[in-house]
Nanobody, 117 residues
Framework: QVQLMESGGGLVQAGESLTLSCKPS????????LGWYRQAPGKERELVAV???????NYADSVKGRFTISRDNTKNTVYLQMNSLKPEDTAIYYC???????????WGQGTQVTVSS
């Protein structure tokens, strides 16, 4: 079991940037997959980006070229840098930690990101 502490959400205008942070309660090196998911009102939760312990990264097509996920091993923190934000990026963003894709893993409490047009 791992607890995830998220921060960095807020209200921005379209075109602006935000950085989300997620700090697991357990050492990074015991977690294989760290990712960000989001859920907009009336929609299902979807994958935004994930980074493995080997540094492999996957992104949703809708955020490629705009969002960057990274792991800082010295700070035991995973970041989601979001640039060129669009109103359709508005959602609650959740951090997730798991060791395999077949696991549901552990979830953070979520942080709200709102992008106004």
């Amino acid at each position: 079991q791992v607890q995830l502490m998220e921060s960095g959400g807020g209200l921005v205008q379209a075109g602006e940037s935000l950085t989300l942070s997620c700090k697991p309660s357990r050492n990074f090196f015991t977690i294989n997959l760290l990712g960000w998911y989001r859920q907009a009102p009336g929609k299902e939760r979807e994958l935004v980006a994930v980074v493995s312990s080997h540094g492999n990264k996957n992104y949703a097509d809708s955020v490629k070229g705009r969002f960057t996920i990274s792991r800082d091993n010295t700070k035991n923190t995973v970041y989601l840098q979001m640039n060129s934000l669009k109103p359709e990026d508005t959602a609650i963003y959740y951090c997730n930690a798991r060791n395999t894709w077949s696991q549901s893993g552990n979830w953070g409490q979520g942080t709200q990101v709102t992008v106004s047009s």
